[in-house]
């Protein structure tokens, strides 16, 4: 039996974790769940955005699923989301977008999976604002320990999967020295794996090139802010964000959760997809060693996107988010 922290998060984030944690006791999956929250939801009950609770819980069991957290726009506290990648060192934001059976895209023959550097970048959090002279500086702060890693970890990645070719996504043209960096980084992480192909392309060649024939990408690494971008993008190729599974991993904890936010939108209406929440949670299970249920569940999951009724309405069908999810479990061999 495993014990995995349990972050609901806000917005849909209460609809798809209970979604997913009612397939996972239907499947008997040996997981056990120690629900902790953090947000705008525990400031208001506790003064704490982030629970000590939370942080002892993940210090503990190293492994949590995570629903989205809203991050206030402009003026209010910063994200929670960056704050746990960053104080964890949870460098990798692996995001894999494929073509499902069953979603009918522009596109059919799409298997991705995205790196996204995760602690670094423009994502730092190195921020000032000079009132008198009207001035806003956003750090866009690159390590060459963090490259080496993010770089090494998606090439490490490709090789054990068997995957092809590594693309890196960068600025270096014009934003010299961080861009050069990672070139930099991700050339010495090719030349340990010289089995796997290298190229890099500029970031807003690479958006247009996803856009017009994304076939052609097999692995990407990119930065945090491209990355955060390149993913919703790649969700977007494959059947949108409620399908499209995430993982936070650092070297001794790993946080799994979906590529979208709190789609506030549709909060509270059982409108949200659960699947790219349960998808996180299949990754979770192969990081837990579970090949045999993330198998399991992942072959009920497809035979139910195969079953547009039985689908949630980003993906053309009726049912709402508890629907899907007894469809899932009614799939269950
Ligand atoms: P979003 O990803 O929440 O929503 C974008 C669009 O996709 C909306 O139309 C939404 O309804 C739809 N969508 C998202 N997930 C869906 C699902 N599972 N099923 C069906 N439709 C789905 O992005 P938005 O609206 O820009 O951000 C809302 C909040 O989420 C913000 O406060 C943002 O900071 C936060 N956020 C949190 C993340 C996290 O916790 N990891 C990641 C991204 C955003
Ligand atoms: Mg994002």
Not at 22 to 50: C, H, M, R, Y
Not at 68 to 96: A, C, E, H
Not at 178 to 190: H, I, V
Request: net charge negative; hydrophobic share 40%; with cysteine.
């Amino acid at each position: 039996m495993h014990t995995i922290t349990l972050i609901p998060g806000d917005g849909i984030g209460l609809e798809i974790t209970k979604a997913v944690t009612d397939i996972f006791s239907a499947a008997q999956v040996p997981v056990q769940w120690e629900k902790q929250n953090a947000g705008q939801t525990t400031f208001d009950q506790s003064g704490e955005l982030i629970p000590q609770a939370l942080l002892d819980s993940l210090e503990k069991n190293r492994v949590a699923l995570k629903g989205p957290i809203t991050t206030p726009v402009g003026k209010g506290f910063r994200s929670i989301n960056v704050s746990l990648r960053q104080k964890y060192d949870l460098y990798q934001n692996v995001r894999p977008s494929k073509s499902n059976a069953g979603i009918v895209t522009r596109y059919e023959d799409i298997d991705i999976v995205l790196f996204r550097e995760n602690t670094e970048g423009l994502y730092s959090g190195l921020e000032t604002w000079d009132e008198r002279l009207g001035i806003a500086d956003s750090t866009n702060r690159i390590t060459v320990a963090g490259s080496r890693k993010i770089c090494r970890a998606a090439f490490a990645y490709a090789a054990k999967h068997n995957r092809k070719k590594v693309t890196l996504a960068h600025k270096a043209n014009i934003i010299k020295m961080a861009g050069t960096l990672m070139l930099n980084a991700c050339k010495e992480a090719a030349a340990e794996f010289p089995q796997i192909q290298f190229e890099d392309k500029i970031i807003d060649n690479m958006c247009m090139q996803l856009v017009n024939k994304p076939e052609q990408f097999d692995v990407i690494v990119t930065t945090n802010l491209f990355g955060d971008i390149l993913s919703d993008l790649c969700a977007g190729l494959v059947g949108g964000l409620g399908v499209v599974a995430g993982a936070n991993i650092g070297d001794d904890m790993a946080i799994f959760e979906a590529v979208h936010g709190s789609a506030p939108d549709i909060a509270g209406q059982g409108k949200a997809n659960p699947t790219a929440l349960l998808r996180s949670a299949l990754m979770m299970l192969h990081h837990l060693g579970e090949h045999g249920h993330a198998d399991r569940l992942e072959a009920a999951l497809d035979a139910t996107l195969l079953q547009k009724e039985k689908c949630t309405g980003d993906l053309g069908g009726k049912a709402s988010t508890s629907e899907f999810a007894q469809a899932v479990i009614d799939n269950l061999k």
